[in-house]
């Protein structure tokens, strides 16, 4: 044998606790720099797009095979009930279809009012797939086939039908994360459009397992907002395009403090069932923080009032 | 690296499904947590080593997904690889109760760090309520999928250690 016998060198192996440690802290930087900046954004939503996005497409016509099969076999049981029901309905119907005539022409005079009559029309549209719901039970996200690659930019508004939901929070390059505003991390500031009343809808895990979104700081001393008023997005806003259809009250009472008044929205989108979405391609037109203080500073008003303002709206406006 | 491949494309297919199929077929709105019965199964199967890395995947995959923040997932579900990994000494492979247990207090574990994590520090203080409708049911739903999926975990599993086996003993020999 020859003297130089060249010793077997280990294989390095790390023990699982270093590892572990190393690792956390790797978790931990990266939740404060996500908390600052999007560095990660970019590339971590990029290699994802590409290794899991076509497999969901596939996977998600499967899903909504399965779904179909489930609601139909939970249907054969409920058609008996419902038949009843439906009759009954169909008087509701018939008296409330007298009404809408009449809200029609309601309508008709406030969109002239409000000049509301454009709005959505001319919205430049683009249509997505839904190929993902949030997997956990906590939130209400959901993943859509479009992104950077289709124009998709974050905070643009998502609707399904003629209803608000949700805006664009994250984006990859060919999908994209939509949180809803039932999502309990969710804020929208809006308008009861019978009254020009400012309120807040915040998404609530609590009343989403009955379909409503709450609604509360409506200020309505003379009690004029009632149940069945039409609630859309208001002009104050800064992510949300103003006049698009939230939903309808269903409920609603006085606080405990007698100066506001707070109650559930039924939502006009039917969250369990999205399938396709519209995603507008307009974004609100948003004024930066520094051309506002610029434009403050022209107006010769001190700091102090401008970071007032921007501390308030950002308790009013966004949640997350 | 066969046994990588496979553990991959085992955490994208059960991502995948949990999003999309598991996502229709739910019942009281509440899905299943597929990811956690996988790091469960495969950590007490192979050990701490391998629960912190896919643990630590696939919390990176909720996050960029799910999440808001980048981190927060892999961060808990990688000490939950890590605390099912030390549980691999007393595990036998015939013996289903093990695992069961570890996935259902797992699954509880991980609801309450979500609790706490991103809603209680929101404010939202209804424990009772979050609990019996979001936590509980999910962990019901979970274990009664474990049934079915921790056989095939376990089967992948036995084929890729014989399959190493068989390889180590041809290199001896």
């Not at chain 1, 390095?12 to 930087?29: A, G, N, R, V």
């Not at chain 1, 929208?188 to 809808?201: E, G, L």
């Amino acid at each position: 044998m020859s003297p130089v016998v060249k010793p077997k060198r280990e294989k390095f192996t790390l023990p699982s606790k270093y590892l572990l440690f190393i690792l956390t802290i790797i978790c931990c930087l990266m939740m404060v720099i996500t908390f600052t900046t999007d560095v990660f954004n970019k590339p971590l939503n990029y290699v994802v797009g590409y290794i899991i996005v076509p497999y969901q497409k596939g996977i998600s016509s499967i899903g909504s095979y399965f779904s179909e099969k489930k609601d139909a076999l939970v249907n054969v049981y409920d058609l008996l009930n419902e038949n009843a029901n439906l009759r009954n309905r169909i008087a509701e119907l018939e008296e409330e279809n007298t009404r809408l005539l009449q809200d029609k022409y309601e309508l008709n005079t406030l969109r002239e009012l409000y000049e509301l009559d454009q709005t959505y029309d001319s919205y430049t549209k683009v249509g997505a797939r839904v190929i993902f719901r949030d997997s956990g039970n906590w939130f209400s996200t959901f993943i859509v086939d479009k992104g950077y690659k289709d124009g998709i930019t974050p905070n643009m508004n998502v609707l399904c039908g003629n209803g608000l939901v949700g805006r664009v929070s994250v984006v990859g390059p060919n999908w994209a994360q939509i949180t809803s505003i039932i999502s309990d991390n969710s804020n929208v500031s809006a308008t009861v459009i019978n009254t020009q009343d400012n309120i807040i809808v915040s998404g609530d895990l609590a009343s989403m397992d009955n379909n409503v979104i709450l609604f509360s700081q409506l200020i309505d001393e003379e009690q004029k907002v009632t149940k069945g008023d039409k609630i859309v997005t208001s002009d104050i806003s800064d992510k949300y395009l103003p006049g698009i259809l939230i939903g309808y009250i269903s409920d609603i009472a006085d606080d405990p403090n007698n100066l506001t008044r707070s109650g559930t929205i039924l939502p006009a989108v039917d969250f369990e069932h999205i399938e396709e979405v519209l995603i507008i391609l307009d974004m609100k037109q948003s004024v930066s923080d520094e051309e506002l203080k610029n434009g403050y500073n022209s107006l010769n008003f001190s700091d102090e009032i401008l970071n007032e303002e921007e501390g308030e709206e950002e308790n009013t406006e966004d949640g997350e | 690296m066969k046994r990588f491949i496979v553990t991959v494309l085992l955490l994208i297919t059960l991502f995948v499904f949990q999003g999309t199929v598991f996502a229709s077929l739910n019942f009281a709105n509440t899905s299943p947590n597929l990811l956690i019965i996988l790091i469960v199964s495969l950590s007490l199967m192979r050990g701490e080593k391998t629960g912190v890395i896919l643990g630590f995947f696939a919390g990176i995959l909720m996050d960029v997904f799910m999440g808001t923040t980048i981190g927060l997932y892999a961060l808990i579900f990688m000490y939950l690889g890590y605390a099912n990994g030390s549980f691999h000494r007393v595990f036998f492979p015939e013996d289903i109760k093990l695992p069961m247990i570890m996935i259902v207090v797992s699954d509880i574990f991980y609801g309450f760090l979500v609790y706490i994590l991103l809603f209680l520090l929101r404010g939202r203080t209804d424990f009772s309520f979050y609990f019996s409708n979001v936590i509980l049911p999910e962990a019901i739903y979970t274990i009664v999928i474990t049934i079915l999926l921790y056989p095939l975990i376990l089967w992948i599993n036995k084929l890729l250690t014989q399959d190493e086996q068989r390889k180590a003993k041809k290199f001896v020999s």
